[in-house]
T-cell receptor, first 115, second 115 residues
Framework: GENVEQHPSTLSVQEGDSAVIKCTYS??????FPWYKQELGKRPQLIID?????GEKKDQRIAVTLNKTAKHFSLHITETQPEDSAVYFC??????????????FGRGTSLIVHP | DSGVTQTPKHLITATGQRVTLRCSPR?????VYWYQQSLDQGLQFLIQ???????AKGNILERFSAQQFPDLHSELNLSSLELGDSALYFC??????????????FGEGSRLTVL
């Protein structure tokens, strides 16, 4: 089955710095890569995703890059703010129909932004 | 609000007991997923149902079982509970059959404490 490795497990930055979280996947057929943010005591929520037909996607201060050849993708957060502090999960899956979508999650990165 | 409802929010029980966690998916979603999140752990996939049928199994113990009913709500049954079963159990839903995006919508979770 698919295996997703996520690094680092903990990331501590100063407010205003950039943060980068990296993930690798094993299944070359995977074509959908979402990122979820989980604030303390809350549910995971999708913040950005990328499909295998593009190499980069941006949404304000967050961006995701994908290297299909190397089978890795990364989350970039610029100008970090204290409210960015949370656990971030990457995931990998194959999109399909009829309930064939099973995402495999990384173990998560705890991002701490110091004011 | 994701539209996914989980009950109960909190549950405290003793070892050896049996509990049932309930999930109502987002309106129209056909797939329901169950995840277990232990302290400092990632999201461990347990099981998936699609339109009433079991589609995929992950690291689900034999003491655990689930089902999805005709109205698409799902229940996760945990029996012969052990201390190590204490965790946050998330339900997520997706896939409206036609306009399928791959995003998972998570409920707020059911926190189980086994004493």
């Amino acid at each position: 089955g698919e295996n997703v490795e996520q690094h680092p497990s903990t990331l501590s930055v100063q407010e205003g710095d950039s943060a980068v979280i990296k993930c690798t996947y094993s299944d070359s057929a995977s074509n959908y890569f979402p990122w979820y943010k989980q604030e303390l005591g809350k549910r995971p929520q999708l913040i950005i995703d990328i499909r295998s037909n593009v190499g980069e996607k941006k949404d304000q201060r967050i961006a995701v890059t994908l290297n299909k050849t190397a089978k890795h993708f990364s989350l970039h957060i610029t100008e970090t703010q204290p409210e960015d502090s949370a656990v971030y999960f990457c995931a990998s899956s194959r999109e399909g129909s009829g309930g064939s979508y099973i995402p495999t999650f990384g173990r998560g990165t705890s991002l701490i932004v110091h004011p | 609000d994701s539209g996914v409802t989980q009950t109960p929010k909190h549950l405290i029980t003793a070892t050896g007991q049996r509990v049932t966690l309930r999930c109502s998916p987002r309106s129209g979603d056909l797939s329901v997923y169950w995840y277990q999140q232990s302290l400092d752990q990632g999201l461990q996939f347990l099981i998936q149902y699609y339109n009433g049928e079991e589609r995929a199994k992950g690291n689900i113990l034999e003491r655990f079982s689930a089902q999805q009913f005709p109205d698409l709500h799902s229940e996760l049954n945990l029996s012969s509970l052990e201390l190590g079963d204490s965790a946050l159990y998330f339900c997520a839903s997706s896939d409206r059959g036609g306009g399928y995006t791959g995003e998972l919508f998570f409920g707020e979770g059911s926190r189980l404490t086994v004493l």
